[in-house]
Nanobody, 112 residues
Framework: QVQLVESGGGLVQPGGSLRLSCAASGSIVSIDAMGWYRQAPGKEREFVARISTGGSTNYAASVKGRFTISRDNAKNTVYLQMNSLKPEDTAVYYC??????WGQGTQVTVSS
């Protein structure tokens, strides 16, 4: 059982930045697939970014070049650095582990 707690969401202006954190209840060293998904109002949950144990990353086309996922195994934490934010990035962002465990989500709102 893995519990995930996201933090770092909030309101930001277009072009701004936010860093999301996902703290796991236990060691993430052996968890190969960790990542972020998001769900905007009236839309289905969609993939944002994923990182493997070895540090390999994948990104959705819509965020590539603007978002960076990273992990700190010593702190059992995964991060999502979001730069050049756009209004269409507004959503609840969820942390994922093993495609099985999910956090409660953190709201990101991009608006002027």
């Amino acid at each position: 059982q893995v519990q995930l707690v996201e933090s770092g969401g909030g309101l930001v202006q277009p072009g701004g930045s936010l860093r999301l954190s996902c703290a796991a209840s236990g060691s993430i060293v052996s968890i190969d697939a960790m990542g972020w998904y998001r769900q905007a109002p009236g839309k289905e949950r969609e993939f944002v970014a994923r990182i493997s144990t070895g540090g390999s990353t994948n990104y959705a086309a819509s965020v590539k070049g603007r978002f960076t996922i990273s992990r700190d195994n010593a702190k059992n934490t995964v991060y999502l650095q979001m730069n050049s934010l756009k209004p269409e990035d507004t959503a609840v962002y969820y942390c994922m582990a093993k495609y099985t465990y999910w956090g409660q989500g953190t709201q990101v709102t991009v608006s002027s």
